[in-house]
């Protein structure tokens, strides 16, 4: 059995065990390296990654080329001071100084356009109502250049209405995402994220808490195109055969609901 330590999680150990767990930016990428090029005929150069927390998606976007440049916006300077000190700090002296760190607001004005805006891990879900949504997907079309792509991520499936703990086993900790409360009638959902660390077995609770609204992606492609988006395109990802995902998704508006399922939505200015 676990103790419930009821301990406060060291700040290095929190963002350690919390990308190891749900982030995976090499594929987010990849993913929108191909799409931008499908789209637009180019690549992209600047990224803009909205709440960026520890930046590492900005820091690997930069590393790509001298040409490259990214900027991670947050409301939250640790997980900031945790990114510039493990992620920033292992580039190059060069690639350092094209990846720029902004404690601030999503919803203002920073004085520079990108060519591309991320919003991962659903961090938008926390706009509940659809005005503030739609006020938010405009910002980003604002920010983008005339060649500008926006891509966010977003989950569903049957399960993702029950209130129950899913229970992910990676190699040195256990990741608890925890659905608290789901309200049927708002969409409004409370999750948690827990950690349990293996060498000492000492779980960590209430680590990251989340209070949203569940989106679907119908609801997401049409507050998009509110914005002004031209084009807007839903993806959904391929079977390994085994009831699991196979980490290449591809364009889709007609899918089998699951259990539970992760995607994107890209949106095209
Ligand atoms: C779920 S975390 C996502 C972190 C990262 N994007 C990822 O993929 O793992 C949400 C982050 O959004 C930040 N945040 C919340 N509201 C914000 C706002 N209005 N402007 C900027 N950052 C915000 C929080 O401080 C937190 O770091």
């Not at 995976?24 to 600047?46: A, L, T």
Request: proline content about 2%.
């Amino acid at each position: 059995m676990s103790k419930s330590s009821g301990l406060k999680i060291a700040t290095d150990l929190k963002y350690k065990l919390y990308e190891g767990s749900v982030q995976n930016f090499e594929v987010d990428v990849d993913f929108i390296n191909v799409h931008y090029k499908k789209n637009f005929g180019s690549q992209p150069k600047i990224l803009r990654e909205d709440f960026g927390g520890t930046g590492a998606l900005a820091c690997y976007w930069a590393a790509q080329s001298p040409e490259h440049k990214a900027y991670a916006i947050d409301l939250d300077p640790e997980p900031m001071n945790y990114g510039m000190k493990n992620h920033r700090s292992q580039l190059t002296a060069e690639e350092q100084k094209r990846v720029e760190y902004i404690e601030g607001n999503v919803l203002a004005d920073h004085g520079f356009k990108s060519d591309v805006v991320v919003a991962f891990n659903f961090s938008y879900f926390i706009f509940k109502e659809r005005a503030q949504l739609v006020n938010y997907f405009k910002k980003v079309y604002d920010a983008l250049e005339n060649r500008g792509a926006f891509f966010v991520d977003i989950f569903g499936g049957t399960e993702c209405g029950e209130e129950l703990v899913e229970e992910t086993e990676h190699d040195d900790h256990t990741y608890f995402w925890d659905c608290d409360k789901y309200n049927p009638l708002t969409n409004e959902v409370l999750y948690h994220i827990h950690f349990k660390t293996h060498d000492d077995n000492v779980k960590y609770d209430k680590v990251f808490t989340y209070d949203w609204r569940h989106w679907s992606p119908k609801e997401i492609t049409e507050a998009m195109e509110e914005a002004g988006f031209t084009s807007v395109k839903t993806f959904w990802e391929g079977d390994d055969g085994d009831g699991g995902g196979d980490g290449e998704f591809y364009e889709s508006t007609e899918e089998e609901n699951c259990e539970s399922w992760v995607t994107y939505i890209a949106a095209f200015k």
